[in-house]
């Protein structure tokens, strides 16, 4: 189609670079990078179980949970692990696998479906299986005294990122796993009344510190700057220094001086796309020369007493001797 104007111009309504659009060829497959994790993992596990039990109980999530067929079913619910696997995956030390194994299962977060057994003389061995431990009760439990396994009713789970099971659980401090932990649990985990989940959240120090469990403010203030750094969520602190770079440049503007700023433009993680830079330029101002005697005089006075203590060469009978001392200032 070509419209006609007054001037006699041909004006197309069509780019002719523009490609023809595709035909629609159906709905994409309901999958993305998430991990339909139980909540109590967060509620029970998190905030109460040591750096050892989480990383194992959240890397058993990931592998059960984290591939499921058509149906929406696990495709493997008893999982085969070796101690390498654990150390190397996990993230657990390795004279801690033991003593995580054993506390995870009295726990009751995991079971042990199978023994594994040592290589012998003949007869390869095989690691231990395990398996996610539900429950059937109709309660929904979270305090380590009563939680028997994870609910095993409708609801009470949420999409997590896989990259909370993939990078941040198994390589991060216990204190950023269970700050990032309480961010998403109030976040994600909540559901707006007729919308969709909640993806930010207005969180004090004292409702992360009482959910989490974190011994003390200042592990939490630094396990907040450790997040924010990377950005694993969207913290006011990376949107106060982007703040504070544009100020910074304004200032050197007001000074006078040439400056160059970047300043982040994606908060996203793993974005590639280059950062935003600012430049503000301005006509340098005149700095006065300063002589050696000038800055001599700025200087502590007992630094410029050192530094005005020059020792003179003195000729004695044997040749030259001893250096003295002459005080006073630099001629």
């Known amino acids: 189609m070509s419209l006609l104007t007054h001037e006699n111009r041909i004006i197309s309504l069509y780019n002719p670079k523009t490609k023809p659009a595709r035909p629609f060829a159906g709905f994409a497959a309901p999958t993305s990078n998430t991990t339909f994790a139980p909540n109590q ?10 750096r050892g039990v989480v990383r194992l109980v959240g890397y058993l999530i990931r592998k059960t949970l984290g591939w499921c067929d058509s149906q929406g079913n ?6 085969s692990v070796s101690y390498r696997e654990l150390i190397t995956k996990a993230g657990i030390s390795r004279d801690m696998v033991r003593e995580a194994l054993d506390e995870t299962v009295a726990g009751h977060f995991i079971e042990c479906v ?4 040592a290589n012998v ?3 390869a061995g095989h690691s231990a299986s395990y398996q996610l431990r539900w429950d059937a009760a109709p309660e929904y439990r979270k305090k380590p005294a009563d939680f028997q396994g994870y609910f095993e009713g409708q609801g009470n789970r949420m999409y997590i990122p896989n990259q909370s099971f993939d990078v941040i659980v198994p390589k991060e401090p216990l204190s950023v796993i269970k700050t990032v932990g309480a961010v998403i649990r109030f976040s994600i985990g909540f559901q707006a009344k007729h919308g969709r989940r909640r993806q930010q959240v207005a969180l004090s120090y004292k409702e992360i510190e009482r959910y989490a469990r974190i011994g003390s403010p200042t592990d939490l203030s630094r396990a907040l700057r450790t997040a924010s750094e990377p950005l694993f969520f969207k913290g006011q602190l990376a949107r106060w220094q982007a703040h504070r770079s544009l100020l910074d440049a304004q200032d050197s503007h007001l000074e006078g001086h040439q400056a160059t700023h970047a300043v982040q433009a994606h908060l996203r993680p793993r974005s590639h796309a280059p950062p935003r830079v600012l430049i503000v330029r301005g006509s340098p101002q005149r700095v006065a020369r300063r002589t050696l005697p000038d800055m001599i005089r700025r200087l502590d006075p007992a630094m410029r007493r050192i530094i005005t203590e020059v020792p003179q060469p003195r000729p004695s009978k044997g040749g030259w001797g001893p250096l003295p001392i002459q005080k006073g200032p630099l001629k």
């Open 74 to 79: 696990p495709q493997q619910e008893q999982i």
């Open 41 to 50: 993992f967060f509620d029970a596990c998190l905030p109460y179980c040591s």
């Open 114 to 117: 199978g023994e594994g057994r």
């Open 121 to 123: 003389a003949g007869e």
